[in-house]
C-alpha cells in the first residue's frame, strides 16, 4: 500500500484520526496512522513527507496527557497540529495552555492571515468546526498566530521555519469551510507531495498482505450478505483461493427474504465455499426476556461466534476468522483511545475464548464509501455493493424490548412495504439507509368501525456520507404517505406509522 511519498498521522486518540486518513487519501496522498508513543527515529527511517497530529480527548496539561517524542520536532519534517496536537506542539515547545469556562463546539468565524502557507487560497474569514475547551494562551518563541476567532486567540500558528503548523479547529470536518484548501496547501506546498496515489493500489497491496498473513492457513469469513462482509470476503477469497469457507449465519434477524437472496448470490455469483446455517431457534432462545440493548448485542454476538466453532469443527481446524469490521464499528466501540458509544458487536462483544488463531479484517481502516469503491473494483455486482448498510445484530436492535419471532415476522413485513416503495420512487441511491423500526409503542386507533389497541411502526431514512453524522432524509410527504397507507393495510397488528426527524447526533441512525 506504501509508496514513497506518505503521511503520517500520530493518533492521540481523538474520534477523527480516520476521518484525516481518509481526506488525505482523497486527495491521493497515502498515509498511515501510528500511536502517539512512536519513536522519532522510527518516524525518520520511514521517510514520512509530513506528520498529522490528531486531536484527542485529554488536556495537554495533565500529567498522564499523551505526550509525543520531543525528537519529532527536530527532524525538519512538516507538522501540522490539529486541536489536541496543536496545543501539544504549543506545549512542548515553550508556549502555554489555558483552560477557557466554556467549552467552544461546533460552527465559528476564523480570520485567517493568508500570507501564511497554510492559508494558500482561501478567503480571510470563512467557518470552520470548533470542539475544545482548552486554548493556546501563549505561542512558543518563534511562531506567529496565523488565524484568530472571537473566542479563541490562537485558531492557528506556525513557525514557517521550522514547518510547524498548528490548527485549534478541524480542517478534517465537512463543517469547515476551507478544511480541504487547508490540508491540500499542506500536503502539497508544504509537504511537496505530488498526489498520484489511488485507491486501487488498496485491492493488490491488501489482497497481497493477506496472502502473507494467511498463507495456506484456513480461513472461515462471517458473510452476512452485506456490503462490509462480501467485500472482505472476496478480498480474502482472492488471497485465499479454497481455503476461505464461508459461513451465513442466518440468525433469523435478517431482512424479509435476505437469507434466500444472499445464499443465491454467493453460489450464484462467486465461487466461493458457502454454508448457510439456519439459527433462527437458536437465537431467539438466547434472547428470550432480553430487552437491554447492550445485553441484546453481546448475546448475538457471542452466539455468532458460537457458531463458527461449531462449523470450523466441522470443516477440521481453520486459523483465521475473517470479519467485515469497518473504521465506524472501530472508533464506535472505543477500540484504542477513542471514547465507546455503543458496542458493535463484531468488535466489541467477541468472546475471550475465541477458538481461532486470529482474525483477518481487511476493512478496518476504511469508511463505508471507501468499501464500496473497493467492492467495484473487486467486480461484486452493483445491487450487492449499493446494498443499504445492515448491522451485525440484524433486526433484534429494531425491535425496542424482547425480540420474538411474531415481532420479527411484523418488522420483517412493514420494512419490505418501506423498501419496496422507496425503490419504486427511484430514492434508493440518494437515501443512504432507511428501515423500519418495531417501536414497543402500542396505541389506539381505528379501523373500520372497530376500535384497535396496536403497534406503532417507526419509519427511519437518513442521508451521510460516512455514517459518523447523519441527517434524516427528507423522503417526499406522498411518498410517506403511500408507504403508511400501505403498512397498515397490509401489515397485520400496526395502526400507526410515525417518521424519524432526528440527525446523528444527537441520535444514533439505530434505534438501540
Ligand atoms: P449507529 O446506530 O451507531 O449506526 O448510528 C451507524 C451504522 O452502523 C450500523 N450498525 C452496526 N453495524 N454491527 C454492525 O455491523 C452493529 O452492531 C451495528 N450497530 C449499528 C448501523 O446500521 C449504521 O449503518
Redesign the pocket.
Known sequence: MRNNEAILILDFGGQYSQLIARRVRDLNVFCEIRPYRTSAEDIASCGYRGIIFSGGPETVSDEKAPKCDPGIFKLGIPVLGICYGAQLMAYELGGDVKSADIREYGKTEVDFHTYSKLFRDMSDRSVCWMSHTVYISAVPKGFRITATSKTCPTAAMENEELKLYATQFHPEVQHTECGTQLLKNFLFSICACSGDWKMDSFVTTTVKALKDQIGDKKVICALSG?V?SSVAAVLVHQAAGKNLTCIFVDHGLLRKDEGDEVEKIFRKQFDINLIRVNAKDRFLSKLAGVTEPERK?KII?EEFIRVFEEEAKKIGHVDYLCQ??IY??VV?SGSGDAAT??????VGGLPDDIGFTGLVEPLRDLF?DEVRKVGTQLGIPDNLVWRQ?????GLA?RIMGEVTSEKLEILQEADAVFRDEIANSGLSRTIN?YFAVLTGIKSVGVMGDGRTYDNTIALRGVTTSD?MT?DWARIPYDVLAKISDRIVNEVRNVNRVVYDITS?PPA???WE
Open positions: 452485506g462490509d448485542r454476538g467485515g469490521t465506524p464499528d464506535e458509544i455503543k458496542s458493535h458487536h463484531n463505508k448498510p445492515f448491522p451485525g445484530p436492535i439507509q455514517f447523519a446523528k444514533t441512525i439505530e
